[in-house]
């Protein structure tokens, strides 16, 4: 906006002295003009000598009006180089920051992925720590009843905005920040807790696709077709010892 300012002051300053060089150059055409028709009316007024110092004026004016011409058109070529040279440099500027932004933006991208990749294999290590403590404080000889129990199977929504960045909704979250393209679509699986799907379809809206996880829901896992408010048929799967991949029902039931 500063940039638009400067230049449209610099055209009306410029504009000005055309018009102050343009009103001159006009006036001594009208002196010559002036001169001329009174030399015609009159051809015996004038003298030799005259007649020859009224040529040279005539010249005079020519040449300064020509001078003039000239000066106008150096002081537009200077002004027009002037206004494209900044401009350039506004645009480099601006494609500069662009680059800078799109740097940043996927450096926090990374970020976030491995923050979430961290966290998930920190929450791995506890359970399976959690589990080892477990077995060994467990009685030998009468070891307690494996709690078995039935549950759907898990489900993800996906759908990818105009930038060609995918986000999922799964069992493990719902993700906030995007990946591009097959690769990120597969990495956005993964982080929503689906990373190995067995079917693909269309989404109940229409918009994205939907994934058969392939697993039932863990304890406190994201049941997504009951988030959403719909149904889907799916298989069901017995959750034991906190695995939930055995497969209980091999039938597609709608739930």
Sequence with gaps: AEFQQE???????????????EAAFERQRQAAEDMRRAASRSPGVFSPEASAKTAREFQAIAESNARMQSQIQAAKQQLDRQSNEQQRAVNDEAARRAREA??????????????????RSKEMREQQSREETRRATSSVTTPPAKPTTTVPEGVAICHRNQQDYWFCDGPAQKTSVGDKGDSGLKSQLGLAGCPTPRSERASPDGHGRLFLCGTGLKGGARDVPKLRGFTVARQTYRCESGRCDSLSDSREITQ
């Design 7 to 21: 230049k449209a002051e610099r055209e009306r300053r410029q504009a000005v002295k055309d018009r102050e060089r």
């Design 102 to 119: 799109e740097s940043r933006s996927q450096a926090e991208r990374t970020r976030l992925a491995q923050a979430q990749e961290e966290a």
